[in-house]
Structure formats: C-alpha cells, structure tokens
C-alpha cells in the first residue's frame, strides 16, 4: 500500500514532469520552476491531469488517496481509494468479520 497526497503531486511536479519528459526544453518546464498552487500547475500544463489524484471507487479528486495492490503498470490490479471509501468498506465488512470470529 502506498500514500499518495494531492500536497505530495504539487511538491513534486517540476521531478515528475522533467522525469517524462527528459529531453524537454518546453516552456513548461520554465514555467513549472516555482509553482506552488495546483490552480498554477493546470494553467501552465493546461490541464489538470498532473494534480488529479483520484478515489476509483466514488471517483471524486482527493487530497489523501491510499494505492492498493501491485505496482501500477499496464496489467496491474490496482485501485486507489480514499479515506471516506475506506471508512465504509470496514463499516461494511465488521459485521461479516465479527459474526465469523469464533466467540
């Protein structure tokens, strides 16, 4: 399992964008140096896929997400969720787990 914050994607950006994009002169790369706002970072990119940190399960865009199952990668089963779908599935799990435990 792995954390990933929205606070963590904005820290990084500059990293992660010279990272794909190695040989890049671009102007974004300029124009990431610095960047401290997620509203900043879809401006110069465009978009706002950089920062999207998303819940699979209620697919809203989170602060705080936890990465579930193995290495992402084109053939992986990995999900990420966050903490309000986490919450639920333990509330929906305890009474299942609890009648199962012998007493």
């Known amino acids: 399992m792995k954390l990933i914050t929205k606070a963590d994607k904005i820290k990084n950006i500059l990293t992660n964008w010279m990272r794909q994009y190695p040989d890049s002169k671009h102007d974004i790369t300029r124009k990431l140096r610095g960047v401290i706002t997620e509203d900043e970072i879809s401006n110069i990119i465009g978009n706002a896929s950089w920062t999207y940190n998303p ?49």
């Open 55 to 103: 819940c699979y399960e209620c697919e809203s865009d989170c602060e705080v997400v936890v990465q579930i199952g193995q290495e992402p990668d084109y053939d992986s089963c990995t999900t990420n969720v966050c903490l309000k779908c986490l919450r639920e599935a333990v509330v929906m799990a305890t009474p299942l787990v609890s009648s199962t435990m012998p007493h």
